[in-house]
């Protein structure tokens, strides 16, 4: 019997820009490069944190720029929901990344540093921002602050290169510590991202057709964690409107095994988007994650 090929390789028309090369390699260093289990089942190697509902920018690919669909509430992440998070990742070796990105941008949230100085207990902590705030202090705060790489999203053109190389140098960081990722590019160019319609959120650019992928490993490795402690299938999920569980309320493991995810992540394995948001969903979901799905398999019994 042939090996069954989940990894849809349909035929590439673009071609993928430098910046997501890099960030997919180093994506998968961190997602795929250790499986790590408790009680006997693959736990997530990629959690993304919204820490803060609001941005500064109105970015036009970006769901967070229309108010109809991810108003500013302003809402924040507090230290109890971090400290309940840290613990339950300690409870089960979590080996993977936290990063804070998700729906707003994380360093308006005044927090940001006892947050990832918390999180850095458990995990290994990224930040990804639009870098309008940082300065050189802050730079060096958050190395300080146990942060492991800090992504910075250059919007508005190369000019920015030299200005966050040069306070990264009086941050006096170590020079792999920063992360400049050229996302200033047009639409002919996917404005430099791996371009996605956020479940439907977003009609802009030359876009992958709905139904272009069927499987999806997302919910295999990976969560997002809304401001509330909401549980979310995945980064790509902007609706927000089903809830895998609340870290408040449960223990992450416990909501890594119910019933809700369970039902996302076995459909996804057999290519079946069936459930919003996935139903609405383009993006191409196979990329990462192939140890983890495969694991999910044998224990789904899926061939
Ligand atoms: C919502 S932002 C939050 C973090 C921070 N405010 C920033 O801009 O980097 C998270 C990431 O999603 C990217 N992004 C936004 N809209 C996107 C889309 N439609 N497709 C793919 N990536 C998108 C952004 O460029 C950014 O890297
Ligand atoms: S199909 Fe899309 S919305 Fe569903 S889990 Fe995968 S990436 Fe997320």
Redesign the pocket.
């Known amino acids: 019997m042939t090996k069954k090929n989940f990894d849809q390789k349909v035929k590439r028309t673009k071609k993928l820009h430098k910046a997501i090369k890099i960030n997919l390699k180093r994506r998968t260093i961190i997602v795929d490069d250790k499986l790590v289990y408790n009680k006997e089942v693959p736990i997530p190697s990629w959690i993304e944190l919204s820490i803060i509902d609001v ?1 500064n ?1 109105s ?1 036009s ?4 720029a229309d108010p109809k669909v991810a108003p500013n509430t302003y809402q924040k992440m507090s230290m109890l929901l971090i400290e309940k998070l840290t613990n339950d990742l300690k409870k089960i070796n979590y080996q993977g990344s936290v990063t804070l ?6 360093m308006l949230h005044k927090g940001v540093f006892e947050i990832t100085r918390k999180l850095a207990e458990a995990s290994y902590v990224e930040v ?3 870098g309008d705030t940082l300065k050189p202090q802050s730079i060096s705060k958050l190395y300080n602050s146990n942060v492991n790489k800090l ?3 250059l ?1 508005d053109g190369p000019k920015q290169v030299e200005k966050f190389k040069k306070m990264a140098k009086e941050a006096k960081v170590p020079d792999d510590f920063v992360i400049l ?1 050229d ?1 200033w590019h047009g639409a002919d160019k996917d ?1 430099g ?6 479940t439907g959120t ?1 009609d ?1 650019g030359n876009q992958d057709k709905l139904g272009t992928f069927t499987y999806c490993n997302y919910p295999s490795y990976s969560v997002l964690i809304d401001w509330n402690g909401d549980v979310f299938l995945c ?1 790509q999920d902007w609706q927000r409107r089903i809830t895998t569980g609340n870290i408040m309320q449960e223990d992450f493991f416990d909501i890594w095994t119910g019933k809700a995810i369970t039902k996302y992540r076995k459909n996804l394995l057999e290519g079946k988007r069936c459930d919003s948001p996935c139903t609405e969903c383009n993006a191409e979901g196979t990329i990462l994650g192939k140890k983890h799905a495969e694991e999910w398999r044998k224990i789904y019994k899926i061939s």
Do not use: A
Request: hydrophobic fraction near 25%.
């Open positions: 941005c920018r970015c690919f970006c769901p967070k990105c998700g729906y707003g941008e994380p990804v921002t639009n992504l910075i999203s919007y990722r996302r404005y991202l791996k371009l996605t319609n956020r977003i802009i980064p």
